[in-house]
């Protein structure tokens, strides 16, 4: 069975800091772009971050770039998104996705495999 599982998410004051982490199971992630969306009460899941297989690019939303670092050990099989200077707008359930194509679209259809997601609580 083909899985990807998020955990680091918790609740934290505004200027903290979370690192989340996704494992992948059943199959090799290493040719698939990872990438992160979340989504936020009432607002359509969004983009935030995604790399390449071989972490050859990484792409960034505006609203995180600068704050947020996305890396990814192949061997481990894992992605995981550092984000810094957290404030409440960054709230939301965070979703890791798996893209085969191998490089990071900001579009969710184009990811075939999702975690359960993570909620990511920041208040101010």
């Known amino acids: 069975q083909v899985q990807l599982v998020e955990s680091g998410g918790g609740m934290v004051q505004a200027g903290a800091s979370l690192r989340l982490s996704c494992v992948g199971s059943?199959?090799?992630?290493?040719?698939?772009?990872m990438g992160w969306f979340r989504q936020a009460p009432g607002k359509e899941r969004e983009f935030v971050a995604g790399?390449?297989?071989?972490?050859?690019?990484?792409d960034y939303a505006a609203s995180v770039k600068g704050r947020f670092t996305i890396v990814r050990d192949n061997v481990k099989n894992t992605v995981s998104l550092q984000m810094n200077s957290l404030n409440p707008v960054d709230t939301a359930v965070y979703y890791c996705?798996?893209?085969?194509?191998?490089?990071?679209?900001?579009?969710?259809?184009?990811?075939?495999?999702w975690g359960q997601g993570t909620q990511v609580t920041v208040s101010s």
């Open positions: 790399i390449a297989s071989g972490s050859r690019y990484r």
């Open positions: 059943g199959r090799s992630f290493s040719d698939d772009a």
């Open positions: 996705a798996a893209n085969r194509r191998g490089w990071p679209s900001t579009t969710d259809h184009e990811y075939e495999y």
